[in-house]
């Protein structure tokens, strides 16, 4: 089967599950529907407190965005362990490596186009409500900002999807990764003080900040969240290599 043959067939997989192709547009629906609620209700309204930062505000809906990415990496994964459709998958293409690297590259490609359109629709809709607030991508740390956004939604997509190959269930890597980027991070944050920017997602989420606090920077962040992504990717590729199908 050639590489674009095989791409193919996992593209058609991918659309023909309800979950995967539904929690794939979920990330560009949720993300602009927040995105517009917050704006057009409080956006003005906390952007005239003297604390406020405007940047990282207008991309908070991508902590709702990252939910849905995280949900479409694992089931993407996860479709592959039910009914023995992975066994199919690999009498297909028996050379394992060719198979996973294609479908994580696919996963990954359709995360990054929808995270982009995702991100630089959020801070373009929501500068529409913003007044006398409102930036455009010409601001400083703005057009980083939201090219970095889509790479940081993708990137969660990632390691969401290596560690669904790794514990083969969607189910137990949302258990564990949901209430860690919605809750645990936030406590460990308060409790370790500078350790927490080395977090997958308070190191990813730098990028959103016109001037980011701590060592990393904004794309040593990203690079951090992507650090995180890859382990997981490898404990993936070592899962399927050495596990029966």
């Given at each position: 089967m050639s590489t674009t043959a095989l791409l193919h067939?996992?593209?058609?997989?991918?659309?023909?599950?309800?979950?995967?192709?539904?929690?794939?547009?979920?990330?560009?629906?949720?993300?602009?529907?927040?995105?517009?609620?917050?704006?057009?209700?409080?956006?003005?309204?906390?952007?005239?407190?003297?604390?406020?930062?405007?940047?990282?505000?207008?991309?908070?809906?991508?902590?709702?965005?990252?939910?849905?990415a995280i949900g479409f990496g694992a089931t993407a994964i996860s479709s592959e362990y039910l009914n023995g459709a992975q066994r199919i998958s690999i009498a297909a293409v028996p050379r394992r490596n060719r198979f996973y690297v294609a479908k994580l590259t696919l996963v990954g490609a359709l995360a990054l186009v929808v995270g982009l359109a995702a991100s630089f629709g959020a801070f373009l809709m929501g500068q529409m409500f913003m007044g006398k607030y409102a930036m455009d991508l010409g601001e400083p740390g703005a057009l980083r900002a939201a090219f970095g956004g889509g790479l940081y939604l993708a990137l969660m997509a990632l390691f969401a999807a290596g560690l669904t190959v790794l514990l083969r269930s969607a189910v137990a890597v949302l258990s564990l990764l949901l209430p860690f980027v919605l809750i645990v991070s936030f406590v460990v944050g308060d409790v370790a003080g500078g350790a927490a920017q080395y977090l997958p997602d308070r190191a990813g989420q730098l990028v959103l900040h016109q001037n980011p606090e701590g060592s990393l920077g904004p794309w040593g962040g990203l690079a951090v969240t992507a650090a995180w992504a890859v382990a997981a990717l490898l404990a993936g590729w070592w899962a399927i290599r050495h596990r029966d199908a």
């Amino acid at each position: 089967m050639s590489t674009t043959a095989l791409l193919h067939s996992e593209w058609i997989k991918i659309r023909s599950v309800r979950s995967v192709i539904g929690s794939l547009i979920a990330v560009l629906l949720v993300t602009l529907a927040v995105t517009v609620l917050t704006s057009a209700t409080v956006g003005q309204a906390e952007a005239d407190n003297a604390d406020a930062e405007l940047l990282f505000n207008a991309f908070y809906a991508l902590n709702f965005g990252q939910i849905a990415a995280i949900g479409f990496g694992a089931t993407a994964i996860s479709s592959e362990y039910l009914n023995g459709a992975q066994r199919i998958s690999i009498a297909a293409v028996p050379r394992r490596n060719r198979f996973y690297v294609a479908k994580l590259t696919l996963v990954g490609a359709l995360a990054l186009v929808v995270g982009l359109a995702a991100s630089f629709g959020a801070f373009l809709m929501g500068q529409m409500f913003m007044g006398k607030y409102a930036m455009d991508l010409g601001e400083p740390g703005a057009l980083r900002a939201a090219f970095g956004g889509g790479l940081y939604l993708a990137l969660m997509a990632l390691f969401a999807a290596g560690l669904t190959v790794l514990l083969r269930s969607a189910v137990a890597v949302l258990s564990l990764l949901l209430p860690f980027v919605l809750i645990v991070s936030f406590v460990v944050g308060d409790v370790a003080g500078g350790a927490a920017q080395y977090l997958p997602d308070r190191a990813g989420q730098l990028v959103l900040h016109q001037n980011p606090e701590g060592s990393l920077g904004p794309w040593g962040g990203l690079a951090v969240t992507a650090a995180w992504a890859v382990a997981a990717l490898l404990a993936g590729w070592w899962a399927i290599r050495h596990r029966d199908a």
